[in-house]
């Protein structure tokens, strides 16, 4: 008779045996993204204790199934350094915060989402994250719209603790389980392209893929969001132009990465110049001019610890300076600078935003440079998304926590396999032939 295994080492053996499966690797891939997403429902639900409970759990689960999948995993020159050396320096931002201990909570929370991104990436594939982010967002949408349909239409009436405000009946703006319509707004777009990359690798049944595609549209329409009317139209000429790069032949395609880059830069520099002027064009409910008294506060905060910042806290903390006095003159409850930038250049100086500006870029350059030479349409998944993160961080601060900080995660460690030099590095150091032996 074999011997009996210790007391709890069955029951870990069997959990990770689960995990370390493939329906189980993806089953967990899609409960991280899913969740990720809907931090704002469990907050509700459960308050912040909740939402720690949630990461710890999904963390601990997460690094099982890497235990498990170890050998199948490439580790050398995955993780993208920038994405480390950003992180690190949140985290050293700690020693010189003006609150340690709401700092120490902000870099866990943004290391615990972190740590899950990079789970997904190392254990899934591109399509295999598609896929996962796809069946997530099919979930999250269609709870979200049935939610508003029988708070708006059945009842009638505003459900305020999950912040529903029941405006269905009336053509939104709804804003599901996400906790604003920005939000929603902001994962349906993440949604809407992960649902088309789906329906043309044909992943999914047509008829999912059709139904997919206008929950996600009517949903977009609904929430009302005038951000996302600026990065629905860059998303658009985005696509545009990867689809143009990607027909045109090879030998034409630096020449055209070169013009696309150039007309990037002019128009950028216009826009700049012009803000006042699309700000007010773009104004809805005096939203964006709410947002341009918010970034003003925020500009003039910034100069007064240049380098370091106030430190790293993610979402702003009420009680933390300088967010109360922000609020205070503003006479509101803002709990980001709603703008990524910004954001990052308050709470972690000019070094900081140094180096997510290393990251984003990288990070779209790498996932552009593959969308327009791989031949696989899966792979203008990482730089839409990419652009959809890099429109959206001018007017939210999303990609900063949760689930657009793990979406950006995702798409750093996706474009760096094939691209990092450490990757490179290590596939020559392999085919050098061995050195003989004296």
């Known amino acids: ?103 120490l909570v902000g870099a866990a929370y943004q290391l615990g989402f972190g740590f899950l991104a990079a789970a997904v990436a190392l254990s899934r594939d591109t399509i295999q994250v598609v896929r996962a982010v796809g069946t997530a967002m099919r979930i999250l949408l269609t709870a979200s719209l049935m939610l508003e349909i029988f708070s708006g239409i059945l009842l009638d009436t505003p459900v305020p603790f999950l912040k529903i405000s029941g405006t269905i009946a009336s053509g939104g703006p709804i804003q599901g389980i996400f906790g604003s319509r920005s939000f929603l707004a902001f994962a349906t777009m993440i949604a809407l392209i992960s649902f088309v990359i789906e329906w043309r690798t044909r992943s999914v049944p047509k008829p999912l893929a059709g139904f997919s595609i206008s929950l996600a549209v009517m949903c977009l329409l609904l929430s009302r969001s005038p951000v996302m009317i600026f990065v629905a ?38 826009v700049y110049l012009n803000r006042v002027w699309v700000l007010t064009l773009l104004n809805a409910n005096g939203e964006f001019l709410t947002r341009y008294s918010l970034w003003i506060q925020v500009w003039r905060l910034i100069p007064v610890n240049t380098m370091e910042g106030w430190g790293w806290t993610g979402m702003w903390r009420a009680s933390t300076t300088p967010y109360n006095t922000i609020n205070f003159t503003l006479q509101n409850r803002h709990t980001s600078a709603l703008n990524a930038y910004l954001d990052v250049a308050l709470q972690v100086g000019v070094v900081g935003i140094c180096l997510f500006a290393i990251l984003a870029i990288t990070a779209f350059i790498r996932s552009w440079l593959l969308a327009s030479n791989r031949r696989t349409v899966t792979y203008t998944w990482p730089a839409l998304i990419m652009v959809a993160l890099a429109g959206t961080s001018v007017a939210e601060s999303f990609v900063l926590t949760s689930g657009g900080w793990v979406m950006l995660v995702i798409c750093a460690i996706l474009a760096s396999r094939s691209t990092s030099w450490l990757a490179r590095f290590r596939d020559t150091r392999r085919a050098l032939p061995p050195v003989p032996r004296e």
């Open 1 to 103: 008779m074999s011997r009996p295994d210790p007391i709890g080492a069955t029951p870990i053996r069997q959990l990770r045996e689960v995990l370390t499966g493939a329906p189980g690797v993806q089953a967990l891939a899609v409960t991280i993204i899913g969740w990720s997403f809907c931090v704002p429902f469990t907050q509700s639900l459960l308050g912040w204790a909740g939402v720690a409970a949630g990461l710890a759990t999904l963390c601990f689960l997460a690094a099982l199934m890497l235990i498990g999948r170890r050998e199948y995993i490439e580790w050398g020159g995955v993780i993208p350094l920038t994405v480390l050396a950003f992180v690190g320096w949140c985290t050293i931002s700690v020693i010189w915060a003006t609150s340690p201990a709401n700092s």
């Open 233 to 270: 139209i860059v998303l658009g000429i985005a696509s545009a132009a990867l689809y143009g790069i990607r027909k045109a032949p090879a030998e034409r395609r630096p020449a055209l990465q070169w013009i696309l880059l150039s007309l990037s830069v002019i128009v950028t520099i216009v």
